[in-house]
Every structure is written in C-alpha cells, then in structure tokens.
C-alpha cells in the first residue's frame, strides 16, 4: 500500500486560503489510507498482518468505525484481538503482571495508519524542498501562502537539505514566511481581544472575528474529526 505524491495537489493546497496548506494534504492522504482499509486492503494479506501488529488508534478506529463498511474493520480488529489475546495472561506473579501494563500501553500507541500517513507526508515534506529548488514559480506560491502549523513548519525545516544547495534559502523563506504570518495573526488575536474592551465596541472586527479558531490551527493543525 503506497501513496503517490502528486505535486499539482501541492500547488494546489499552497493557494488555497488556508492557515497550513500541509494540513489540507494530510487529510486527503488519510482519506485514501481510510478509503483502502476499508476497501481492497482488508484482503491483503499483508495488509492484515500489520494491522494484526499494530491495530490502529482510538481516532482512526473511530474514523473507520464510522463508515458504513462495519465487516471490513470488524474483520481487522478481530485480527488485531488475536495478536493481542498471548499477551494477557492470568498470573500470581507480580514482576509478570507488570511486564503485562507496559506491553499492552504500548499496544495502545501503536496505528498502522498513523505510520502510513507519516510516512506519506515525509515525502511530502521532501518534494516541497525539491520543488523550492527546482521550480522558480513555486517560490512565489510558498512566500504568498500563510505559512504553516507549528508541527509541519517544523516537519519542512526537518527536511530542508532536500532542498540540496538551496537549503539555506529554502529555510530562510520557511522562516520569514512562517513569522509574518504568525505576527499577522498575531496582531488578529489582539484585535479580537480588545474589542471585548467597551472602549472599541463600535469598531468592527474584521477577520478578526475568527482569529482564534486560527490560531487554533496554528499552533495544533486543522481538525478535521
């Protein structure tokens, strides 16, 4: 199960007027892994052994709970509930026990999905330093966007030698880009903020008035679910 980077839907998401446009890729990238385990890779041998390994997460076992296809995940978790059953055993030994708790906390972190989504959006990460070197117009979608979530700024500088000798530039724009940004909602936040001020209750507030579900998406990414 593979996820193909497609850098039209980046120039895309670039435009659009969003507080992270990598949030808005992550999504569609999730929507297809969701779309698969559900679909085709339920019959995947393969497939079944990783979720038999991993399972998947309270949030994307409630995504795909969800749905309409109940057999599909039903047929996954009963293979992850076999690969756990070994696991829980009945003991008088306490050391034994307790190897149990951090075993099964464990079992509890682990999502196939998440892994498959990360490992779609580390290439993302890369191709948009590659794009940043070798396409002179995507600079200009970059620098006209509104910057990032704090968590895929961060995921982009992680990854800015993809951008091979154009790094220190690349980080650069990455940089200045991000701060306008957060200073332009920033300044929104406080805005809204003194309007609650009697003062300026004749003043109108603008966009203003949603700075801080923006903010919100700033500092922790877009929710979706």
Same mark, same amino acid.
């Given at each position: 199960?593979?996820?193909?980077?497609?850098?039209?839907?980046?120039?895309e998401?670039f435009?659009?007027?969003?507080?992270?446009?990598?949030?808005?890729? /992550? /999504?569609i990238?999730?929507?297809?892994?969701?779309?698969?385990?559900?679909?085709? +890779?339920? $019959?995947?041998?393969?497939?079944?052994?990783?979720?038999? /390994?991993?399972?998947?997460?309270?949030?994307?076992?409630?995504m795909?709970?969800?749905?309409?296809?109940?057999? &599909?995940?039903?047929?996954q978790i009963?293979?992850?509930?076999?690969?756990? $059953?070994?696991?829980?055993?009945?003991?008088?030994?306490?050391?034994?026990a307790?190897?149990?708790?951090?075993?099964?906390?464990? +079992?509890?972190?682990?999502?196939v999905?998440?892994?498959?989504?990360?490992?779609?959006?580390? /290439?993302?990460?890369?191709?948009?330093?590659?794009?940043?070197?070798?396409?002179?117009?995507?600079?200009?979608?970059?620098?006209? &966007?509104?910057?990032?979530?704090?968590?895929?700024?961060?995921?982009?500088?992680?990854?800015?030698?993809?951008?091979?000798?154009?790094?220190?530039?690349?980080?650069?724009?990455l940089?200045?880009?991000?701060?306008r940004? $957060?200073?332009?909602?920033?300044?929104?936040l406080?805005?809204?903020?003194?309007?609650?001020d009697?003062?300026?209750?004749?003043?109108?507030?603008?966009?203003?008035?949603?700075?801080?579900?923006?903010m919100?998406?700033?500092?922790?990414?877009?929710?979706?679910?």
């Amino acid at each position: 199960m593979a996820y193909h980077i497609d850098t039209g839907l980046i120039k895309e998401k670039f435009k659009v007027d969003t507080e992270c446009p990598l949030c808005e890729i /992550k /999504k569609i990238v999730e929507e297809q892994f969701l779309h698969e385990f559900l679909n085709d +890779a339920v $019959m995947e041998d393969n497939t079944r052994i990783k979720v038999g /390994k991993k399972g998947f997460c309270a949030r994307h076992f409630d995504m795909l709970f969800s749905r309409q296809n109940k057999l &599909s995940i039903a047929l996954q978790i009963g293979t992850r509930v076999d690969n756990l $059953m070994p696991e829980i055993t009945d003991t008088r030994n306490v050391k034994s026990a307790l190897k149990q708790v951090k075993t099964l906390e464990n +079992a509890s972190k682990t999502c196939v999905v998440c892994d498959l989504v990360e490992e779609s959006m580390v /290439k993302y990460y890369k191709t948009i330093a590659q794009m940043f070197q070798r396409e002179p117009n995507f600079i200009k979608t970059l620098v006209s &966007s509104k910057g990032f979530c704090l968590h895929h700024y961060s995921e982009l500088l992680k990854y800015s030698k993809s951008a091979g000798f154009f790094a220190k530039e690349y980080v650069h724009v990455l940089g200045s880009t991000q701060k306008r940004n $957060m200073e332009r909602l920033q300044g929104e936040l406080k805005k809204f903020c003194d309007k609650h001020d009697y003062r300026n209750a004749l003043e109108p507030l603008g966009s203003a008035e949603t700075a801080l579900p923006r903010m919100r998406e700033k500092l922790y990414g877009k929710k979706y679910d």
